[in-house]
């Protein structure tokens, strides 16, 4: 899969994220454990870039880009993905289309360092813990 990265989008990413991150492209609809929204009235229509100082294991599709970036995704969010996926800055706010028209006209973008992934890492294990107790 391929993802072309429009000059605003680049001179963005370039000013918020550390060189040399990985950038995950995933939905943000409570989904997975990087969502920041929760409930199902958002799935598939919201969407962020995760910065990580670490590869994550669990997005091994790689989006061929114009701009050098490590970008990965998932199969989950691969569903909601077409031919033509562009990536802009228009209004300040981070555009995500594709041939099918606009994906999210206001894509988030969160950091996290390796020691915040690991908490992440944690979080989920407890979790899955958790329903394996109960």
Do not use: H
Request: proline share 2%.
């Amino acid at each position: 899969m391929e993802i072309t990265i429009k000059d605003a989008a680049k001179a963005y990413l370039a000013e918020n994220v550390q060189p040399g991150s990985t950038l995950l492209l995933t939905t943000d609809d409570g989904s997975n454990r990087y969502s920041t929204v929760g409930g199902t009235c958002a799935i598939g229509d919201k969407f962020q870039f995760v910065a990580l100082t670490d590869d994550d294991p669990e997005y091994p599709i790689t989006l061929e880009n114009n701009a050098d970036w490590i970008l990965k995704t998932n199969a989950d969010t691969e569903l909601y993905l077409s031919n033509g996926l562009i990536l802009d800055r228009v209004f300040n706010q981070l555009s995500l289309r594709d041939d099918s028209g606009i994906l999210d006209s206001a894509v988030g973008l969160i950091t996290y360092t390796t020691e915040e992934k690991s908490k992440l890492d944690l979080k989920k294990e407890m979790q899955t813990l958790g329903t394996r107790i109960c």
